[in-house]
């Protein structure tokens, strides 16, 4: 049932990052952490310079501005799950690739379902 | 508007108002003449040579101006001793009593130079029964009085609009501040119910618990006492800059632990000012506000400097690292300082904003 899949995690909150790596570890081990990334550029100069990952986890709100950013920026070609503190970008948030949308402190059992509902489409 | 443009309005019309005044006491008296004395002096009147007529009709003209000119005086001098409001009734009789007296002395004043110089200016071919003549005095001081009645009445009723629009704008201003005041509020209560504030925080908790449990319970602490600040004093109007500053302190905390090296804070207080007085969670609104429209990047930080001033100021500085995209913004946060700050005293915070820096200062307050 377990895919092996190439995560990238955009965050630019060093806990919260870590958070995401460590509930990633426990429901899915198999999955690779590509890289963590603190800001819009970064995301835009990986994804160029590197293949797609097949799911990005992504904060909304991130060092150098909002992450719907990357979108304009780069042609991104995997689903992503969105984490923020709190709903207001949520409609804004179902424009792009999204699979889910889930609120911080990202729950283990929310994360789960999100990552499955991921595996599902794919 | 231009004072001074106002002024020269308000003396042109109070010109017009003069000369329109003059004009109606001197058609009056005229008029009153006409009903007191007979034909026959009319006939003789009408056959006097042209000159001597302008002449009359000139001395009656100069005549009117000195009883309005007298009216106005005795009113001008009475409003400063004998105010209408304070007690109507004695002014009333006062100012009757000495627009009589006026008129009865510009009467005997014109007498007497018409009994000195009459010969050179006018031979009188007419007679002057006593009657007329007792006429021709009452006459004249009702006309003074009722000179003296436009023009009180006319001040009362200036003196009426500017009372009533002043009543006016103060309860336009009274709602105004009502209404600011209902903003501050809904505002403060907006701020203790933040939820990405509460929940960034405490989803950086929960982490960090697992992580590192000293500095969980640290970030416990810190938490408590920035949340007890928000919820306590964000209604107050003033709070001392050393309990702002303490609360800074725990705020500075949470915003390390949590966004890591992608801003440095340099805090520099005059310790003589830490007694005077701001408005509660000012720093919290600026520091918000620097983290919210720059990039906060480990590799280039964002640097806040808060300090005070000699101006007894408080400054917040930051550098500007503007964010890929500008963030849409009301700024409502910063428009409300300004607002309470209009409120609380005469100085006004004041915003300097170049490709470099973005700099606040605001006001501190003495006891």
Redesign the interface.
């Known amino acids: 049932m377990n895919v092996i899949g190439k995560i990238l995690i955009l965050e630019d909150e060093k806990l919260n990052a870590e958070r995401i790596q460590r509930l990633m570890g426990r429901i899915r081990p198999n999955m690779e952490i590509v890289g963590v990334l603190a800001s819009v550029k970064k995301a835009v100069d990986w994804l160029a310079e590197n293949k797609s990952p097949d799911l990005i986890i992504m904060d909304i709100q991130l060092a150098d501005g909002l992450s719907f950013e990357v979108f304009n920026l780069t042609d991104v070609k995997c689903p992503v799950i969105f984490t923020t503190a709190y709903d207001e970008y949520a409609v804004k948030a179902f424009k792009y690739n999204s699979v889910d949308y889930l609120l911080k402190p990202v729950e283990e059992d929310e994360l789960e379902a999100a990552v499955t509902k991921f595996e599902n489409s794919v | 508007m231009d004072t001074r443009e106002d002024l020269a309005n308000v003396m042109e019309k109070s010109k017009a108002k003069s000369v329109l005044l003059i004009a109606f006491t001197f058609m009056g008296s005229y008029a009153t003449l006409v009903i007191v004395y007979p034909y026959s002096f009319w006939r003789d009147y009408f056959s006097m040579s042209t000159s001597k007529l302008i002449i009359d009709v000139l001395v009656n003209l100069l005549f009117c101006v000195a009883i309005f000119r007298l009216s106005i005086f005795i009113d001008k001098i009475l409003n400063k001793k004998i105010s209408w409001m304070v007690h109507p009734i004695k002014r009333l009789l006062i100012q009757t009593i000495f627009q009589i007296l006026g008129a009865l002395f510009l009467i005997i004043c014109l007498s007497y130079l018409y009994y000195k110089f009459g010969d050179l200016i006018n031979t009188q071919t007419y007679h002057i029964g006593l009657r007329e003549l007792l006429y021709t005095v009452i006459s004249i001081i009702l006309w003074a009085l009722m000179i003296s009645a436009l023009n009180t009445g006319d001040f009362l009723l200036k003196n009426w609009k500017t009372a009533t629009l002043k009543a006016a704008e103060y309860k336009i201003k009274a709602a105004e501040n009502k209404q600011l005041v209902a903003e501050i509020e809904l505002q403060a209560l907006k701020l203790q119910l933040d939820?990405?504030f509460v929940?960034?925080n405490?989803?950086?908790l929960?982490?960090?618990i697992?992580?590192d449990q000293r500095l969980g319970y640290e970030y416990t602490e810190n938490f408590t006492k920035v949340y007890r600040y928000l919820l306590i004093n964000s209604k107050k109007k003033l709070v001392t800059l050393s309990e702002e500053l303490k609360f800074l302190d725990a705020y500075l905390f949470l915003i390390k632990?949590?966004?890591?090296g992608?801003s440095i804070f340099q805090v520099n207080i005059d310790e003589s000012k830490l007694d005077m007085l701001i408005p509660p969670v000012t720093l919290q609104l600026f520091i918000e506000n620097a983290l919210k429209f720059n990039?906060?990047?480990?590799e280039n930080p964002l640097i806040v400097r808060i300090y005070s001033n000699d101006n007894d100021e408080l400054v917040v500085f930051n550098t500007r690292l503007p964010?890929?995209?500008k963030?849409y913004s009301t700024g409502i946060g910063l428009k409300n300082i300004i607002t309470r700050y209009a409120l609380l005293c005469d100085r006004k915070p004041s915003v300097e904003e170049t490709d470099e820096a973005f700099i606040v200062k605001v006001p501190l307050i003495k006891r």
């Not at chain 2, 990039?295 to 480990?298: A, D, L, Q, S």
Request: without cysteine; aromatic residues 4%.
């Open positions: 939820p990405h929940f960034n405490l989803s950086v929960s982490e960090l697992l992580k632990n949590r966004m890591g992608g990039r906060t990047e480990e964010l890929i995209k963030p």
